[in-house]
């Protein structure tokens, strides 16, 4: 038996398809930020004033999206960038993000921009507001601005509520006389979070809103391919592995369009292909990964025991073309014959092209299958079948433990 140290070398020497695996964290805050950049731009007019005239406005923004749209990354490169500006320019800018879903009362909130802006103020003994204002004071002292980050802002809202809110954000007007120093950049899932504030303050967070959409599968094809230059060796991953995440996850074909999801597959399938030794990551390993993040694999599996026999065999065919050529979709057509075949071999009568589209239209209604009319790349229209869930060859043992028990009685009972 090997040693414990061998088998850690062993994996540690094993070769990757990473170059840089951080590259596709939720966390990690790339160069290029692909189908962001009107955000970026909105966000530069609106904090425009900050480096132009220091300390004569107090501005705010707030960024609105679903999950994985590219919120937070956004604020943070927008961050880092005008920091770096900034600092060309000589003025100190300073840039704290906070997770709210974290930190959600005010108390908690001023003493982590005060641990992040580095105010040497103690906080025992002392009220949240009087926090903050020695922290104006040290900003003051340091000659040091700042754009806060209110990440998941709703919480804060639920939790510290209006007056808390107030306090924050319109700290100026019970200090008119000091430097405008502090800034914000608040992100939330939605608008209608900020209802629960007095109008007047709700009125005042809301004059500049920058809005995030959820990504179509074109715009996550070009984030993919920007992060793999990042993370992957050059070659290890294919258009096609990135164009059938992006297409599973797109918005104009069904999905989300969350851009975090899209990443986190991409990181999956290629852990997998490293799990298995292989210099590519394939489609297949992207189906294993889809079949981690995606609980709808278990609410298929439950599914598959009442789908009719030829549902089943319909599937079965499905899958043994993707699985042989490696591709995303496979023609119809070509289901088709591959079934006609199983179904001779299994010694079942197929049927009719008209009943194989109603078995298609089911599949797909359960989320077993994806169908869509071929596009671009292929040669005249036909319906292509393709399977998400995953990995196949798990999914087909289990339609055959299936096939070989509801054949084999139907054969059993008729011999």
Do not use: W
Not at 291 to 300: A, E, M
Request: aromatic share 8%; proline share 3%.
């Amino acid at each position: 038996m090997d040693s414990a140290r061998r088998l850690i070398e062993s994996v540690f020497s094993k070769p990757s398809v990473f170059k840089n695996k951080e590259a596709l964290y939720p966390e990690y805050v790339p160069s290029i930020l692909p189908h962001r950049e009107e955000q970026i731009k909105q966000l530069a007019e609106i904090f425009k004033p900050l480096v132009t005239s220091p300390g004569s406005i107090s501005q705010r923004a707030v960024l609105v999206g679903g999950v994985g749209t590219g919120k937070t990354v956004t604020a943070r490169a927008f961050g880092r960038e005008l920091r770096a500006l900034a600092r060309n320019l000589g003025l100190d800018l300073r840039y704290v993000h906070i997770n709210c879903h974290r930190d959600r009362t005010l108390f908690e909130v001023v003493t982590e921009i005060t641990r992040q802006l580095g105010a040497p103020i103690p906080s025992r003994g002392l009220s949240a507001q009087e926090i903050f204002v020695a922290l104006l004071n040290f900003m003051d002292r340091e000659d040091i601005y700042a754009i806060i980050t209110l990440d998941e802002f709703d919480y804060l809202v639920n939790v510290a509520g209006s007056d808390a809110i107030y306090f924050l954000v319109r700290i100026y007007d019970e200090y008119p006389e000091k430097i405008k120093r502090v800034n914000y950049i608040l992100i939330t899932r939605d608008i209608s979070a900020l209802r629960r504030l007095d109008p007047a303050t709700e009125s005042y967070i809301l004059k500049h809103v920058v809005r995030f959409n959820q990504y179509s599968s074109i715009e996550l094809f070009d984030i993919l391919k920007a992060r793999r230059a990042e993370a992957f060796h050059e070659g290890t991953v294919s258009d096609d592995v990135l164009r059938y995440i992006a297409e599973y996850e797109g918005i104009d074909k069904g999905g989300d369009g969350n851009a975090r999801a899209a990443l986190e597959i991409l990181l999956l399938a290629g852990e997998a292909a490293d799990h298995e030794y292989s210099d590519r990551v394939s489609i297949e390993h992207v189906r294993k990964a889809l079949s981690l993040v995606n609980p709808d694999i278990v609410v298929v599996n439950d599914l598959l025991i009442y789908l009719h026999v030829h549902e089943l065999l319909l599937l079965k065919a499905a899958i043994r073309l993707l699985r042989r050529s490696g591709n995303m979709f496979a023609r119809i057509g070509d289901v088709e014959r591959e079934y006609i075949q199983l179904c001779e071999e299994l010694g079942e009568k197929p049927r009719k092209h008209t009943q194989i589209y109603e078995y298609v239209t089911n599949l797909k209604k359960m989320g077993i299958i994806q169908a869509r009319v071929s596009g671009k790349g292929f040669k005249g229209r036909s319906t292509l079948i393709g399977i998400g869930i995953g990995p196949l060859e798990s999914l087909e043992k289990k339609i055959d433990d299936i096939l070989t028990n509801v054949i084999g009685k139907k054969h059993g009972s008729t011999s």
